[in-house]
């Protein structure tokens, strides 16, 4: 094999060449074939990708900070996230028992989707009419958008958020309900594996929203839309 010594150009072979030559070379090759990495550098790959929850984008504004308006959303968000966590528990062991349903599932389940009615939309609702019009303006006034004739904004975000929180929830509410009617048991375990899925879709997808509007939404609402405003828009 013939070798070309980056300094001085001349070719070198191989099986001839001195230990002190490939040595040299090694030191000196522009193309490191084997890369010797940091014991403690980071490093995401498709089976360990960046954490969701991460990455604040702008300043925190701290909760006493914050106008009473936002205020009140995050403290529904933290009654929902007790929801959410009896939910995905009581869920979790209704399928480690073949989905067996006892007293303490089912009140946990009817609990459950009884606040995602009568709360959670109702949650989104009043964002959605309260806030989201000033903030997606404001958003797009100070550059916060995206490029092209109709631009978006985060808002239109966590708005397809509350689209998709409707239809999954429906849609596990609905499975579960059907999989106890059904006769065939191998047809039953399907669809409660896949009331199971969305469940735990469902679930997954309020904790990221609510994790967005608290440290990312409403930090931009604060720094957009002054104390003032605020206060008319709770009005």
Same mark, same amino acid.
């Given at each position: 094999?013939?070798?070309?010594?980056?300094?001085?150009?001349?070719?070198?072979?191989?099986?001839?060449?001195?230990?002190?030559?490939?040595?040299?070379?090694?030191?000196?090759?522009?193309?490191?074939?084997?890369?010797?990495?940091?014991?403690?550098?980071?490093?995401?790959?498709?089976?360990?990708?960046?954490?969701?929850?991460?990455?604040?984008?702008?300043?925190?504004?701290?909760?006493?900070?914050?106008?009473?308006?936002?205020?009140?959303?995050?403290?529904?968000?933290?009654?929902?996230?007790?929801?959410?966590?009896?939910?995905?528990?009581?869920?979790?062991?209704?399928?480690?028992?073949?989905?067996?349903?006892?007293?303490?599932?089912?009140?946990?389940?009817?609990?459950?989707?009884?606040?995602?009615?009568?709360?959670?939309?109702? $949650?989104?609702? &009043? #964002?959605?009419?309260? /806030? !989201? %019009? +000033?903030?997606?303006?404001?958003?797009?006034?100070?550059?916060?958008?995206?490029?092209?004739?109709?631009?978006?904004?985060?808002?239109?975000?966590?708005?397809?958020?509350?689209?998709?929180?409707?239809?999954?929830?429906?849609?596990?509410?609905?499975?579960?309900?059907?999989?106890?009617?059904?006769?065939?048991?191998?047809?039953?375990?399907?669809?409660?594996?896949?009331?199971?899925?969305?469940?735990?879709?469902?679930?997954?997808?309020?904790?990221? $929203?609510?994790? &967005? #509007?608290?440290?990312? /939404? !409403? %930090? +931009?609402?604060?720094?957009?839309?002054?104390?003032?405003?605020?206060?008319?828009?709770?009005?």
């Amino acid at each position: 094999m013939k070798i070309i010594d980056p300094t001085t150009g001349k070719r070198i072979d191989g099986r001839g060449a001195s230990e002190l030559d490939l040595k040299k070379l090694k030191h000196t090759d522009p193309l490191q074939r084997e890369v010797e990495k940091e014991i403690n550098a980071s490093e995401h790959s498709p089976m360990d990708p960046p954490d969701a929850y991460g990455g604040q984008v702008i300043d925190a504004v701290a909760y006493e900070e914050m106008p009473a308006l936002l205020q009140r959303y995050m403290d529904e968000h933290r009654k929902a996230e007790a929801q959410i966590h009896a939910f995905e528990e009581a869920m979790a062991r209704y399928k480690e028992t073949g989905y067996k349903l006892d007293p303490s599932i089912n009140e946990t389940f009817r609990a459950f989707f009884t606040f995602f009615d009568d709360k959670v939309l109702d $949650h989104n609702r &009043r #964002e959605e009419r309260q /806030l !989201f %019009p +000033l903030l997606h303006r404001r958003l797009v006034e100070s550059g916060e958008r995206s490029t092209g004739p109709a631009p978006t904004t985060a808002v239109d975000l966590m708005e397809d958020d509350h689209v998709k929180f409707i239809q999954l929830g429906a849609l596990a509410f609905n499975l579960l309900g059907l999989a106890a009617r059904l006769p065939d048991d191998r047809s039953a375990m399907f669809t409660y594996d896949a009331a199971y899925d969305a469940s735990r879709e469902l679930t997954e997808a309020l904790r990221l $929203h609510i994790h &967005r #509007e608290d440290n990312i /939404l !409403f %930090p +931009l609402a604060c720094k957009l839309i002054d104390r003032a405003e605020m206060d008319r828009l709770a009005s």
